[in-house]
């Protein structure tokens, strides 16, 4: 879990610079891993609701491979059927690979309601990717990639070690 001094200091932000840099990431993700929402097959058409239990705004992921789209919302809307919760660090890592979602999702670390069938092939799409999300934010960088690979990496690390030191709730907290 994020420390909730971080949470409480982004909740009155507004969220539509947030737009930009989440619609980037994408861009990147999917350039650099183009067939990776191809192997959703028909649950490419649905919606994801992602939730950081840890953090005052939520993801809605819409993998259709002609024109992905995320953006962030206060709240899920209501007609999202598909939703995952869990903590910022624990979803993050179930991107990058250094988290296990089975472990997480027994663990009660990570809470899936709705269409699991959806939920298991966008995670078989973004282990089959091999995502680095360090690597391919970096890539946004252009020529300063490396110096940009190296400002994330180490951002993402000291996050990690705050998230470490933070007491733990787990997803239970979500509805």
Request: glycine content about 8%; overall charge neutral.
């Amino acid at each position: 879990m994020l420390p909730r001094l971080i949470a409480r200091s982004i909740q009155p932000l507004p969220l539509a610079p947030l737009q930009l840099p989440l619609a980037l990431v994408l861009r990147s993700v999917v350039a650099r891993h183009p067939r990776i929402f191809e192997r959703l097959g028909p649950h490419a058409s649905k919606r994801f609701g992602i939730e950081p239990t840890d953090l005052p705004f939520a993801f809605v992921l819409e993998p259709d491979p002609r024109a992905p789209t995320v953006i962030a919302v206060r709240c899920l809307p209501a007609d999202i059927s598909i939703r995952i919760a869990g903590s910022m660090m624990g979803l993050l890592g179930l991107v990058d690979g250094s988290y296990d979602g089975d472990a997480l999702f027994f663990s009660r670390d990570l809470v899936i309601k709705g269409d699991v069938e959806a939920v298991l092939a966008l995670r078989n799409a973004i282990d089959d990717a091999d995502l680095d999300l360090v690597a391919d934010t970096a890539a946004l960088f252009g020529p300063l990639a490396p110096l940009g690979r190296c400002l994330l990496g180490g951002a993402l690390s000291q996050l990690k070690a705050l998230a470490s030191a933070a007491p733990r709730t787990g997803a239970e907290s979500w509805s």
